[in-house]
């Protein structure tokens, strides 16, 4: 990757935005860079790079990653040029190059600072993984015919059915679908149970549970259209629920998977008529 990528006429511009940060953050460094930006090595140019992702590591300057940036995207874009020839599917180079410096601006801290060379190369890594991961989108997102021949023009393949990420496939409706099936038997047979269960009450029992749960009453207001107190009311409700509790757990630990409806509301009976709860 050459950083010969600014222009000669805004070398001049970059050299002095390079020496006003230089001296601002009290790097020697940038200021001699800048001093000699138009006939530097490419040693130079790589020390100054380093140098320049070296202090945005360290300070989330973002000064330091513009003029990390202007110094080296086209340097880049041509390395990723590069790479892309290998690729037989499209791949825009563009979003390729956006994603490249949004991992650079992202993982700073990965980066070691060790060698002039060493922000180059830990490019060079950046930008073999970022193609590779595009081109193999573009496999994915890429059908063609079953009729198209080795020897026909690439030019002349249009892709016949691009690949939706948001959209659901085959498999996971029929697995959504069965879940929500057994969602639903899971939960009629709760209430089966507890329909049993409630009617092994007493009615007193069968009344208060309906005032406080169905209707919604206050503890007052149920207590009073029982004429009782409310402590007897909550002591009667605190009784129902546990009744229930109790008979559905029985039922529930007695092989609830292996009795149908018919099953399961004669053991309910049996058990309220032993449990003399009716």
């Excluded at 001093?35 to 040693?43: F, H, I, K, V």
């Excluded at 330091?64 to 041509?78: D, Q, S």
């Excluded at 007493?202 to 919604?216: F, H, S």
């Amino acid at each position: 990757m050459s950083f010969a990528s600014i222009k000669h006429e805004q070398l001049p511009g970059f050299a002095e935005r390079l020496r006003e940060f230089g001296r601002s953050t009290g790097e020697v460094g940038l200021v001699d860079a800048a001093e000699s930006l138009a006939d530097a090595t490419g040693r130079d140019r790589d020390q100054l790079s380093t140098d320049l992702m070296r202090i945005y590591r360290d300070s989330a300057s973002n000064e330091a990653f513009t003029l990390l940036y202007e110094l080296n995207n086209e340097g880049v874009l041509r390395l990723i040029f590069h790479h892309l020839r290998r690729s037989y599917y499209a791949v825009d180079a563009a979003d390729v190059l956006q994603e490249v410096f949004f991992n650079i601006y992202r993982y700073p801290f990965k980066f070691k600072p060790d060698r002039p060379s060493a922000f180059r190369n830990w490019t060079h890594s950046i930008i073999r993984n970022t193609v590779l991961k595009h081109s193999r989108r573009a496999q994915r997102n890429h059908a063609v015919s079953l009729s198209s021949s080795p020897e026909r023009d690439q030019r002349d393949e249009l892709p016949l059915e691009l690949e939706d990420p948001g959209a659901a496939s085959p498999l996971d409706t029929t697995a959504e679908r069965e879940a929500h099936e057994d969602l639903i038997g899971a939960w009629m047979l709760y209430l089966h149970y507890y329909l049993h269960a409630y009617r092994c009450l007493t009615p007193r029992e069968k009344r208060a549970l309906y005032l406080v749960e169905v209707d919604g009453l206050p503890y007052k207001e149920a207590a009073a259209t029982l004429e009782v107190r409310v402590e007897n009311l909550k002591m009667m409700i605190f009784r129902a629920r546990r009744k229930i509790h109790t008979i559905m757990k029985r039922q529930f630990t007695t092989g609830q998977n292996t009795l149908d409806r018919r099953a399961v509301a004669g053991a309910a009976s049996e058990q309220c008529a032993s449990e003399g709860l009716s």
